[in-house]
């Protein structure tokens, strides 16, 4: 009964870290199915549904974000994104001893931390909710998040591309919420990063204005598990499973370097008799995107007079999304690994010692628990059952750690062009393919914003997300 009790209690934290793992998880193409075929509603309702929504409450507020633009639940989809903001300042404020408290459960045991990358789209979902509601000053407010964050110097960087792209990003946002001053820094920032910017980013006269449509490609890379096996000898099992926390850790940095050294040979005479095992992590896998390059076109109308105005196409830039949520995920890698391998040696240790204890057992000596010989040694059976079991059910919690904001998009793009004062049809190109954003207003000096999310695969349903003016 007791390795079964454990084995069960330990199946919920396997099932955290996988619900929202790699692809052909249920739960996840759940979600992922009812806003690329055009149900977006249901997605949002889906997030009640505890069998499909995330977990972790940082993560359940991440996924809203995004859906909520979907679903023209826009107050919603900006709480959450303000919820998530606070709720990552906590959660890096209080982050003490996690390594040393993972390497006895699980990665996924613990609270979700998303990376330097994801943290952007935080501020980033937040702006593009609030400005859906015309609520320009809080949309500042957001602004202002993704330029502090974009400004750290002390963490790591993103790919300067999509950091060039994000900054241009949050010129936009300043200068759709009236925000000049702000919106001027933002785009030289991003003129530094980028060999051009796409549109003219002075300010519109008083006969035309700017549209400008973000346009979200495909889903983002995700992490994918992964068996790896590694080697160590006898010195390094005992340090592993007998010593402290930093020496547990220092053991298990030699032994994921030794995985990585082309010049081990497992199979030479000089290692012969060393431990060989799998250890559970993630790699990380490609994103999915369209197969096509996407743009942006706009169809002009008559002006007052009567007479069609001409009509510049809209200039663009691009940026990976799935780069820098690849490149936050392997700076952490060497951690990840170095933790999964303390785990597998006390989980081995914890069997073999098991294995041993059973089976002497029934030996006949004069060490046994009555003093008496032979018979079955009850305590030693205990002994071993208790050990089989701590094996057992640390391999079922063990499960690599799949979480990640899954519905972040693989790659965006920023489309911008100036138009004449008036109404203005405003497609979205794909190769052939041509979808219709409807019509846009161009108000005299200010910028229209627009977003679309172009979904993958066949039979995708794409449709315009919000505008804001």
């Given amino acids: 009964m007791l390795p079964l009790l454990l ?15 790699p692809a052909g998880i249920a739960a996840e193409w759940a979600i992922r199915d009812h806003l690329v075929y055009g149900r977006p509603t249901q997605a949002w309702d889906a997030m009640r549904d505890k069998q499909l929504a995330p977990t972790d409450v940082l993560l359940r507020h991440m996924y809203r974000g995004v859906i909520a633009l979907h679903a023209g639940e826009y107050e919603a989809g900006s709480k959450s994104m303000d919820r998530a903001w606070a709720l990552v300042e906590d959660r890096f404020t209080k982050r003490v001893s996690t390594a040393a408290y993972s390497i006895v459960t699980s ?97 519109a006269p008083a006969d035309s204005g700017d549209v400008v449509v973000l346009l979200e490609d495909g ?109 936050d995920f392997e700076r ?10 303390a785990r597998a040696a006390v989980r081995y240790a914890a069997m073999r010692a098991a294995d041993q204890a059973i089976s002497s057992a029934t030996k006949d000596d004069d060490d046994d628990d009555d003093g008496k010989k032979g018979g079955i040694k009850w305590g030693r059976v205990l002994l071993g059952v208790g050990l089989g079991a701590l094996s057992v059910g640390s391999t079922v919690i063990d499960q690599p750690d799949l979480r990640a904001w899954q519905l972040l998009p693989d790659r965006i ?46 039979g995708a349903t794409r449709t315009r997300v919000a505008a804001a003016r």
Wanted: aromatic share 8%; glycine share 10%; with cysteine.
């Fill in 7 to 21: 084995a069960s209690s330990g199946c919920a934290a396997a099932n955290a870290a996988w619900r929202a793992g």
């Fill in 107 to 203: 990665d996924a045991t613990l609270p979700y931390l998303p990376g330097t990358t994801e943290h952007l789209f935080i501020p980033y979902y937040g702006a593009l909710n609030w400005l859906a509601r015309n609520e320009l000053d809080e949309t500042a407010v957001e602004a202002r998040r993704l330029a502090l964050l974009l400004q750290n110097e002390e963490g790591p960087r993103v790919p300067s591309a999509l950091e060039g792209t994000l900054r241009y990003v949050t010129g936009v946002l300043f200068e759709a919420a009236g925000e000049r001053q702000d919106a001027i820094v933002a785009y030289r920032n991003a003129a530094a990063l980028l060999e051009t910017l796409p549109g003219d980013t002075t300010f």
């Fill in 219 to 327: 889903f983002v890379g995700r992490p994918q598990p992964q068996a790896l096996g590694v080697y160590m000898n006898g010195d390094e099992l005992v340090a592993l499973t007998t010593g402290d926390d930093d020496a547990r850790l220092a053991a298990a940095e030699v032994v994921r370097r030794r995985r990585f050294d082309s010049s081990f040979d497992p199979r030479s005479p000089a290692h012969v008799g060393w431990l060989t095992y799998e250890v559970n992590w993630a790699s990380f896998g490609e994103g999915t995107r369209s197969a096509y390059a996407v743009g942006a076109r706009a169809s002009p109308t008559a002006t007052d007079s009567g007479h069609p105005p001409t009509v510049t196409g809209f200039q663009s830039i691009s940026a990976d999304v799935t780069s820098g949520v690849g490149a």
């Fill in 332 to 341: 952490g890698q060497g951690a990840r690994l170095t933790r999964a391998i």
């Fill in 413 to 458: 793009t920023v489309a911008r062009a100036r138009l004449p004062v008036g109404d203005h049809p405003v497609e979205i190109t794909r190769g052939d393919e041509v979808v219709s954003l409807g019509t846009v207003t161009v108000r005299p000096g200010r910028v229209a914003v627009l977003t679309h999310r172009w979904w993958p695969g066949p």
